[in-house]
């Protein structure tokens, strides 16, 4: 196992430093908060104009021995929340770049073996208003809701110039997390969309997600 892992907590907007407040309380140095829309779970209530909410998401680099300690600090900070507040998971961090040094992988050159996960993060970065072409696709194939960032893409010289100036498209980066045995389906419904055809319109990537929690109110 790594000696760090990523924290990637998704809860409504401005709730975020609820999470960050209790994670610190727990031995974690800090984390990132990002603003984000939530996307609707069925492609009906998109059509109709429901469901899509603002989030915030918050990414936190912390050390694996401490890790179930500050989620356990984070689900019982929001246990008086409503059922389904938000969700809670993680991902192997392989090295980690801190002060100016590279944390070194383990002797073997790689990561040991991470226990089985039974989900998946799907990324995928597109041009400025794809991204609910991409969620409609994907829920197709059985995912549900998702979480697009607004981005913009980094300029290359073959870019396109304006008086000079290279033109940096703008992005949507969608994030879904999706039961493992799900990921083929969404990745394939996804991977032939045309806004995904041409060189560098877009990308896809998935990742194995740990400890998954939703986080609010337990059901009894």
Do not use: W
């Amino acid at each position: 196992m790594s000696t760090f892992s990523l924290l990637v907590s998704i809860v409504p907007h401005d709730r975020g430093e609820k999470l960050t407040s209790a994670a610190v309380q727990a031995g974690c140095g800090g984390g990132t908060v990002m603003m984000a829309r939530a996307l609707a779970k069925t492609n009906l209530a998109a059509v109709l104009g429901l469901g899509e909410t603002t989030k915030d998401i918050i990414y936190m680099v912390v050390e694996t021995r401490q890790k179930q300690n500050i989620i356990d600090a984070i689900v019982n900070a929001t246990l008086l929340e409503k059922a389904d507040f938000g969700q809670l998971f993680s991902l192997d961090v392989s090295q980690m770049l801190k002060t100016g040094t590279i944390t070194p992988l383990n002797d073997k050159g790689e990561d040991a073996m991470q226990k089985e996960c039974t989900r998946d993060m799907i990324s995928v970065i597109v041009n400025k208003g794809y991204a609910d072409d991409v969620m409609a696709a994907a829920r197709r194939a059985g995912a549900g809701g998702g979480t697009v960032i607004n981005a913009r893409g980094t300029a290359r010289e073959d870019d396109e110039k304006f008086f000079g100036v290279h033109i940096v498209p703008e992005k949507e980066m969608l994030i879904m997390v999706v039961e493992h045995d799900k990921k083929a389906a969404v990745l394939d419904a996804i991977r032939d969309l045309k806004c995904l055809r041409e060189p560098g319109s877009g990308i896809a990537f998935a990742s194995g997600v740990e400890d998954f929690t939703l986080l609010g109110k337990k059901n009894a």
